[in-house]
């Protein structure tokens, strides 16, 4: 498909990060499994729980404009998710893991923000309010994802340093 026109490059946008949820989705699990902390396997456990909804809301825009979500691959999340999946196996199990888990999840969240925060304010400028709503919604969703990481980093970090 060329993209020569910006209703082309918003389903490009949007199939992109249709893929890269569907890859999130396979990961999740196994970081949950490999979680020692058990706040952090929950919240791992209830970001799949999300990410299926964002999936949902992916295939609702998709209805919406009448295109199909599938026909591509998102190169940048399959890099994440390899490289997360690498440190996760090198880490020691135990609190050690789960920082490094913590730490490829954030990155994750932040690639997430910054696709689905462009591509909202892209549906905003086209004039397209109600896709621009859904994407809001799950942008705010990784936000608060993030954050909550940050809060378990900070958790686990302190029990490293009183076993210490
Ligand atoms: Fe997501
Ligand atoms: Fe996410």
Request: charged share 30%.
């Amino acid at each position: 498909m060329k993209v020569d026109s910006m209703d082309k490059m918003l389903v490009s946008e949007l199939k992109d990060l249709y893929s890269a949820e569907n890859q999130i989705t396979k990961a999740l699990p196994k970081m949950a499994k490999a979680a020692s902390n058990s706040q952090l396997r929950s919240a791992f456990e209830q970001h799949l729980k999300e990410t299926e909804e964002q999936i949902q809301r992916l295939e609702q825009i998709f209805e919406m404009i009448g295109e199909s979500p599938r026909g591509k691959t998102c190169d940048g999340m399959k890099g994440l998710l390899e490289e997360g999946s690498q440190t996760m196996q090198e880490a020691e199990e135990g609190p050690v893991r789960d920082v490094v888990m913590i730490a490829a999840a954030q990155r994750i969240e932040h690639y997430e923000m910054a696709a689905y925060g462009t591509v909202r304010t892209y549906a905003e400028r086209m004039d397209k309010p109600q896709i621009a709503k859904l994407l809001e919604m799950t942008f705010e969703e990784e936000k608060n994802t993030d954050q909550k990481l940050t809060q378990l980093s900070e958790k686990v970090h302190s029990e490293l340093k009183r076993a210490a």
